[in-house]
């Protein structure tokens, strides 16, 4: 449940709409308060849905900062990390098609 759009130009190179986020790609937020930030996945936790991005913190009430949580819905991959051997089989699958 962690997957968002892709981006127009990775739309049209590998003909998939959306893909789940990994950590290592790099992300556009479409949507809230940090809109047009863009930086790399950090984290992703598959139980809640949420992602989170590099550079996008909240200060917590005792002065800390965290990282702040987004959803995935909420954002678009312009960039993909693919060093896993499983997702270059998927993207290469669609590709073929």
Same mark, same amino acid.
């Given at each position: 449940?962690?997957?968002?759009?892709?981006?127009?130009?990775?739309?049209?190179?590998?003909? !998939? #709409?959306?893909?789940? %986020? !990994?950590?290592?790609?790099?992300?556009? &937020?479409? !949507?809230? +308060?940090?809109?047009?930030?863009?930086?790399?996945?950090? #984290? &992703? @936790?598959?139980?809640?849905?949420? &992602?989170? %991005?590099?550079?996008?913190?909240?200060?917590?009430?005792?002065?800390?900062? &965290?990282?702040?949580?987004?959803?995935?819905? @909420?954002? +678009? $991959?312009?960039?993909?990390?693919?060093?896993?051997?499983?997702? !270059?089989?998927?993207?290469?699958?669609? $590709?073929?098609?």
């Amino acid at each position: 449940m962690t997957a968002a759009h892709m981006s127009t130009e990775l739309l049209g190179k590998y003909g !998939r #709409r959306s893909l789940p %986020v !990994r950590k290592g790609d790099t992300v556009l &937020v479409k !949507r809230g +308060e940090s809109k047009s930030l863009s930086g790399e996945v950090t #984290r &992703v @936790n598959p139980k809640t849905g949420k &992602v989170y %991005v590099e550079g996008l913190t909240v200060k917590k009430m005792d002065g800390t900062d &965290v990282e702040k949580p987004l959803h995935a819905s @909420n954002l +678009e $991959i312009t960039d993909l990390h693919l060093e896993d051997r499983e997702r !270059r089989e998927v993207l290469e699958k669609k $590709i073929s098609k």
